[in-house]
Structures are given as C-alpha cells and as structure tokens.
C-alpha cells in the first residue's frame, strides 16, 4: 500500500471535519469520542461553567489545553486548528478584554462556525483565520501561549508544524497542547489509511521523536505527560476504521496509542 500523499491527508482530514461540524458529530463519529469531550468528561467543571449560554460543550479535542496553559489576563493566545472555537472562547474568557485569541483552521466550514459563534456571543476579544498549520497567517514573534487540542498528530509534516509555531511565539512564550502520540510502532494499514488519519490515530508520531521534532525547532523544557483512553474508545475508533489489522492485537493498541499533555518553551 502507498503511503497517502500530504496534499491527500490534508485532503481527506478537511473533509472528515467539514462533515463532522455539517452534522454536529464529534471527530471519530459513531460515538466512539475517540478525540471527542462529547459533555464533556476532558474539561473540569469549573471551566465549563465558564462558557458562554448558548454555546455547546462538544469538543473535537482529545484534552483539555486551557487549563494546561495556566493563561492570564492580557496574553495573547493562538489556537492551532480551533475547530467550531471551543477553545478559543475558553482562552477569551481567560485573557479577558485586555487579551485576544486567534483561532488557526484549514476548514473553511469549521471557520465559519467559530466566528457566527463568536459574533452571537459577542466574544469580541477572538478572530479566526483561515490556513494551514505548516503556514500560519501569524505574524512572527507575537503571540504569548499558543495551544491546541488534538491536530498537531493530523499534519503531514509535524517538523514545519513546530518552526511554525516557534517562529510566532515570543521569547519565554509556550506551547501547551493535547495531542496523540504513540510507544511503539503502528501496523502499516492503520499509518497508510487516509480514514485514519482523519480519526486522529495514523498520523501520530512517537513520543519521543515528538520531543526531537520540538527541541529540534529551538523548543526547550518539554514535559509530555501521558493520558491512556478508555478501551471502549479505542474499540469504538479501530471499528469506525474499518481496517483489517487481524495481525496486531487490540491489546497493542490500548498500551501504544495515548493522549498527552505536552508543555514546551520558547527560550
């Protein structure tokens, strides 16, 4: 089987969440909230009393990177693929008036949720572009915290993800994020699967070569700390796959794949 080309997995992953947000379905759908909060078990209670009336709980994430970012009023914020803007409404509240957010997608469907969200909200404090994480529309050097929830893992190219955001942050910056990683290698059927990749599993790299890939780009003081998901989780993604991996044990799956909390600075 050939490997999926980047432009076909940044292909395959737009349509997978403009699908997703079209029909109001968390990002591995048939319930399996792979990468989902669904009401929403990643986040603790006192932030989601936080958010706005009106706005859902329903996450496309796989953690929660606000409370991992410890944000403060002022600062600004930048969100690399904010989805339908949770997130970011989250981080608005933290940094208050006196801050803002930026919201990164390449999903024009997932762009113009966020920001009818936002204007019926009235969050004044959040803007959402439209681009690629490999290529921020951000300038360099201007941004406090930059976070995000399970999207590094999508991106074909993870190295460019990372100078990306190192050259928007500003000295003493950080990164906080929640993505998927791995320990130990995945069956070539679920890396070449484009659907995987889209359900956030194929794409994920090894923990430690995620920890290359940032100290390469300049990142320092990186902590990956590790989350496993639930079997039923994992169950319920590898069955959405539909991929025959008959010849690697579930059981290698739950131990190899994992949510972590990664925090990194910029020096």
């Not at 909200?121 to 201007?142: A, C, H, K, T």
């Not at 890939?213 to 300049?218: L, R, T, Y």
Request: net charge negative.
């Amino acid at each position: 089987m050939t490997a999926p080309s980047p432009d076909s997995i940044h292909d395959a992953v737009r349509e997978h969440y403009a699908e997703r947000i079209k029909n109001d379905a968390s990002c591995c759908g048939g319930g399996s909230d792979c990468c989902s909060a669904s009401e929403s078990a990643l986040y603790p209670a006192e932030l989601l009393t936080t958010l706005p009336e009106g706005e859902s709980a329903v996450s496309y994430g796989c953690g929660d990177p606000i409370t991992l970012a410890s944000l403060q009023p002022g600062q600004v914020v930048l969100d690399l693929g904010s989805g339908a803007g949770l997130d970011c409404f989250f981080a608005a509240q933290k940094v208050g008036a006196a801050g803002r957010v930026i919201g990164v997608d390449m999903t024009p469907e997932m762009i113009e949720r966020a920001a009818a969200s936002a204007l019926r909200l009235g969050i004044q404090n959040v803007e959402f572009r439209l681009g690629y994480l490999e290529s921020l529309p951000v300038d360099s050097s201007s941004v406090d915290v930059i976070i995000s929830n399970c999207v590094i893992n999508l991106s074909p190219d993870k190295t460019k993800v990372f100078a990306e955001a190192f050259r928007v942050l500003k000295p003493g910056g950080k990164l906080a994020v929640s993505d998927i990683v791995t320990e130990g290698e995945l069956p070539d059927a679920v890396r070449k699967s484009l659907a995987a990749w889209a359900g956030c599993v194929a794409g994920a790299v090894q923990a430690r070569e995620y920890i290359r890939i940032m100290e390469a780009v300049g990142f320092t003081g990186i902590e990956v700390k590790p989350v496993y998901f639930d079997r039923e989780v994992v169950d319920g993604a590898l069955d959405e796959m539909k991929l025959d991996v008959s010849q690697y044990p579930r059981e290698a799956v739950y131990k190899a794949v994992y949510s972590a909390k990664i925090t990194a600075y910029k020096p």
